[in-house]
T-cell receptor, first 115, second 111 residues
Framework: NAGVTQTPKFQVLKTGQSMTLQCAQDMNHNSMYWYRQDPGMGLRLIYYSASEGTTDKGEVPNGYNVSRLNKREFSLRLESAAPSQTSVYFC??????????????FGAGSRLTVL | QKEVEQDPGPLSVPEGAIVSLNCTYSNSAFQYFMWYRQYSRKGPELLMYTYSSGNKEDGRFTAQVDKSSKYISLFIRDSQPSDSATYLCAMSAANDYKLSFGAGTTVTVRA
């Protein structure tokens, strides 16, 4: 059982370049998320998709776009990369049904450096 | 002011010691309190969670929530070198998709 798979694992971009981070989950989860992790800042939510066909902004959405391609896949796009977007990006998914705890399963992360 | 505050440490303890980690928060709507463990260059994984106030024990790990003080804790008994990781607290209101995370505390258990 692969869980949450992210690609690529590492990427170096020049300022102004674009790229897409891919994420897929095989747990039949309804909700998917993109976080960024920076030293001393913890995990900050960029965008999330509560269910297939919906997306919503999180805490730090500026400079990013997302696509929920189907129930399994949720991509994050940087249209014009900036050095401030250098970070480790995590995709996560959860069942998110009912009123119980929203337990997230995370991918291994994608390390992005923008020069 | 951040919604969730967590001392980043680092914390270094000898093997067998009790590790004590904590977070404070400001949002009184939070009902679910979680602890994630993150090994170096890996994604976070859920350690345990509690609902509302009280204690929860799972093996060597104990989570405590004091909603009146807006303070949560994680205790690791008989710590092992394999417990060396960053521990992140996270919390959410009921029926909320969004979790608020602390910055994480890095723990090293020395053999």
């Amino acid at each position: 059982n692969a869980g949450v798979t992210q690609t690529p694992k590492f990427q170096v971009l020049k300022t102004g370049q674009s790229m897409t981070l891919q994420c897929a989950q095989d747990m039949n989860h309804n909700s998917m998320y993109w976080y960024r992790q920076d030293p001393g800042m913890g995990l900050r939510l960029i965008y999330y998709s509560a269910s297939e066909g919906t997306t919503d902004k999180g805490e730090v959405p500026n400079g990013y776009n997302v696509s929920r391609l189907n129930k399994r896949e949720f991509s994050l796009r940087l249209e014009s990369a900036a050095p401030s977007q250098t970070s480790v990006y995590f995709c996560a998914s959860s069942e998110a049904e009912g009123s119980g705890a929203n337990v997230l399963t995370f991918g291994a992360g994608s390390r992005l450096t923008v020069l | 002011q951040k919604e969730v505050e967590q001392d980043p440490g680092p914390l270094s303890v000898p093997e067998g010691a009790i590790v004590s980690l904590n977070c404070t928060y400001s949002n009184s709507a939070f009902q679910y309190f979680m602890w994630y463990r993150q090994y170096s260059r890996k994604g976070p994984e859920l350690l345990m969670y509690t609902y509302s106030s009280g204690n929860k024990e799972d093996g060597r790990f104990t989570a405590q929530v004091d909603k009146s003080s807006k303070y949560i804790s994680l205790f690791i008994r008989d710590s092992q070198p394999s417990d060396s990781a960053t521990y992140l607290c996270a919390m959410s209101a009921a029926n909320d998709y969004k979790l608020s995370f602390g910055a994480g505390t890095t723990v090293t258990v020395r053999a």
